[in-house]
T-cell receptor, first 109, second 113 residues
C-alpha cells in the first residue's frame, strides 16, 4: 500500500461544476502540500497545510490530521483548471516528501 | 523576482554516459531539493541540500549524486546512465525546506538512448 493515496485517478467534469480531489496518507506528517502540474511539466505549489483549512480564490484545501485525510476543492471549475493535481506529504521525523500518484482533471467547456 | 531555473531543459544521452543537471534557486532560498518523475513511478524524492550539506536522501542508487554551492546553486549528477533513468528531473527551492512553500523549476527532460 502506498503511503499516499489519491482519488480519483482521473476526473472529467463540465465547466462550472464543484470538484473534490481526495488524499489519504498512512504516516505521521509535519505538512501536506497540494501541487498542480500542467502539460509540459511545470509544477506549482497551491497549498501547504498542517491543520484546518486554507482558501485561495476558487480553491479550498482542508486537512483532518486525526483521520489522515485531505481534500482539495475547486469551485466554479474552468477549463484552465485542467491539470494533474498532486498531493505530497512531508514525513514527520525525516522530513522527506512522499507524493501521491496524482489526479488528472479535465474540465470540458 | 526570478523563479527556479533549471538547465538544460532537454537533453539526450547514451547508455553508460554521465549527465550533470543544474538548478539555480530563488534568491534567498537555502534549501534545494531534487525529484525524478517518470510515467511508471510518478514523482520521487532524490535528495535535499541545505547550506551546502545533504540533509536528506531518497532511495536511489549511488549513481545519483548532487551537491550545493555556497551561492545555493545546486547540481545533480547521474553516472553510468541506464535507459530507466529517462525522466523529468525537477528541482525545487524553499527558504529552509522544512515547513515552507516549495517552488519548482520547469524541469530537465532527460532521454537515455
Amino acid at each position: 500500500k502506498n503511503e499516499v493515496e489519491q482519488s480519483p485517478q482521473n476526473l472529467t467534469a463540465q465547466e462550472g461544476e464543484f470538484i473534490t480531489i481526495n488524499c489519504s496518507y498512512s504516516v505521521g506528517i509535519s505538512a501536506l502540500h497540494w501541487l498542480q502540474q500542467h502539460p509540459g511539466g511545470g509544477i506549482v505549489s497551491l497549498f501547504m497545510l498542517s491543520s484546518g483549512k486554507k482558501k485561495h480564490g476558487r480553491l479550498i484545501a482542508t486537512i483532518n490530521i486525526q483521520e489522515k485525510h485531505s481534500s482539495l476543492h475547486i469551485t466554479a471549475s474552468h477549463p484552465r483548471d485542467s491539470a494533474v493535481y498532486i498531493c505530497a506529504v512531508r514525513n514527520f521525523g525525516n522530513e522527506k516528501l512522499t507524493f501521491g500518484t496524482g489526479t488528472r482533471l479535465t474540465i470540458i467547456p | 523576482k526570478a523563479g527556479v531555473t533549471q538547465t538544460p531543459r532537454y537533453l539526450i544521452k547514451t547508455r553508460g554516459q554521465q549527465v550533470t543537471l543544474s538548478c539555480s534557486p530563488i534568491s534567498g532560498h537555502r534549501s534545494v531539493s531534487w525529484y525524478q518523475q517518470t510515467p511508471g513511478q510518478g514523482l520521487q524524492f532524490l535528495f535535499e541540500y541545505f547550506s551546502e550539506t545533504q540533509r536528506n536522501k531518497g532511495n536511489f542508487p549511488g549513481r545519483f549524486s548532487g551537491r550545493q554551492f555556497s551561492n545555493s546553486r545546486s547540481e545533480m549528477n547521474v553516472s553510468t546512465l541506464e535507459l530507466g533513468d529517462s525522466a523529468l528531473y525537477l528541482c525545487a527551492s524553499s527558504l529552509d525546506g522544512q515547513r515552507n512553500t516549495i517552488y519548482f523549476g520547469e524541469g530537465s527532460w532527460l532521454t537515455v538512448v
